[in-house]
């Protein structure tokens, strides 16, 4: 990995004829206190329709969110992407149905051992996904250690991986991640045979930057910098929106 301090900021042409592939909270949207919180304005919801007809429909988001909820924020905008949802274990083209494998009852479990013990906590939102359950404490920052462990312990005891974010901690299907879900898409059309680019800001985009890399793209680090596989980095949301724009 680069020291982001060394990277500049993505020349222009970087998307040109390119595969975009773009994270959305703290990359597309700011973060929001509770994953609920967040807004999709209808200028966002112009830019990213441009993008994705300048690019020929070669445009996804890759989240760690549900499709089901990305299609909650952006429905209201008619815009039709690519979708890659759950850290990768969910992927739906645009205007085809949604691939995901089936839920193990473990993550029911897991939702309601987690409900039980943190989410009567002030500030602690217990998220429940398709493919995993996710443990948010931006707001109640002193649950931090008592979210990992218990994520942790039950990710060891049921065969299950978990995920480390920004304030929150997930518990997920193995098998999959953002690197694997850009891979599988740049086998496919739209994206095939086109250089991949990933915009994304926090450690679960890591394998999506190292997948891009390896097959003659690059990804771009959102936000402060650290240690990463990507190859670029622009400071901020309002970057990555002026960024996007230079392609229109």
Aim: with cysteine; glycine share 12%.
């Amino acid at each position: 990995m680069a020291d982001t301090r060394d990277l500049p900021p993505p020349p222009a042409a970087l998307i040109d004829g390119a595969s975009l592939f773009l994270d959305f909270d703290g990359t597309l949207v700011e973060l929001a206190n509770r994953p609920d919180a967040v807004a999709v304005d209808a200028a966002l919801g112009r830019l990213l329709a441009g993008i994705g007809a300048q690019l020929g429909g070669r445009v996804a988001l890759v989240s760690g969110r549900s499709i089901a909820t990305l299609d909650g924020f952006l429905a209201s905008h008619g815009t039709a992407l690519g979708m890659v949802g759950s850290h990768g274990a969910e992927t739906r083209l645009a205007g085809g149905a949604i691939e995901r494998p089936e839920r193990p009852a473990a993550l029911d479990a897991a939702l309601d051992l987690f409900t039980d013990r943190l989410g009567g906590r002030d500030g602690v939102v217990i998220e429940q996904k398709p493919l995993g359950v996710g443990v948010h404490y931006r707001l109640a920052p002193e649950a931090e250690r008592e979210a990992h462990v218990l994520v942790e312990d039950f990710a060891r005891e049921n065969a299950l991986d978990v995920q480390h974010g920004k304030m929150m901690v997930e518990l997920r299907l193995p098998g999959h991640d953002k690197g694997s879900a850009i891979t599988a898409l740049m086998a496919r059309a739209p994206f095939a045979g086109h250089r991949p680019v990933f915009l994304g800001d926090d450690l679960t985009d890591e394998p999506g930057f190292a997948a891009c890399a390896r097959l003659g793209g690059a990804g771009i680090l959102i936000g402060a910098s650290r240690e990463t596989a990507a190859g670029y980095r622009l400071p901020d949301v309002a970057a990555v929106h002026a960024f996007l724009r230079t392609a229109l």
